[in-house]
């Protein structure tokens, strides 16, 4: 989340420059300007290789410790690693321009009616990944972009348990009712606006989605 966060500082403080949108400048302000995006361009790949460098043993680290607890039988642990290993992967992307963003985290809301994998997949494809809601707080957030919508959510339940796609604690729960969590046969998490709350669907329903950048 730390890497992500100073990935969109550099963007952020580049942004004016690059828009694309500047006026003709007198030749001492385009000079200026000129030092500027050089600047920027040196500084974003000063991070980068910074972020490279600590994410190699970083990586050895999280392989190691994966290995460990699928020596010791710890499967869920191990699935929780895997996850991480996967998102230090990824290359760092930034959230859509109209992407709603919330503390740390931003989101968007799209409106196609998808799987629950072909969701996943699109989030993961975008650089974010299903929204993975861990408060109150969140959930409110979140619960204001549904538009109407049933919606997936980054939630999974495997061998009786629920888990969410980033390898967050499962530590929160919006069911719209107690016995929605242990419904038979439906193993994937939407949020159904009509019943005020979360509900578990099965694997080829068809919903909009909303993907999270953290």
Known sequence: MRAAFLTGLVLLICLPSLAGDSPKLPPKAEAARQKYEATCAKAK????????????????SLEAAMKEATKAGDLDGALAIKSVIAKLDRPIAEPPDDAVRVGKSAYKLYEDRVTWDEAKAKCEDAGGHLV?????????????????????????????KWSWVNGAPWSYEGWMTASERNTPGHE???????????T?????????FICEWD
């Open 188 to 198: 994937f998490l939407a949020w159904n606006p009509r019943d005020n709350g979360w």
């Open 200 to 208: 578990a669907a099965i694997s080829d329903e068809h919903f909009a």
């Open 132 to 160: 993975v809601i861990n408060s109150p707080e969140e959930n409110a957030a979140v619960k204001k972009m549904l538009l109407g919508h049933i919606v997936w959510l980054g939630g999974r339940r495997m061998d009786a």
């Open 45 to 60: 790949a000063s991070y980068e290789k910074a972020l490279a460098d600590a994410a190699k043993p970083y990586r050895q």
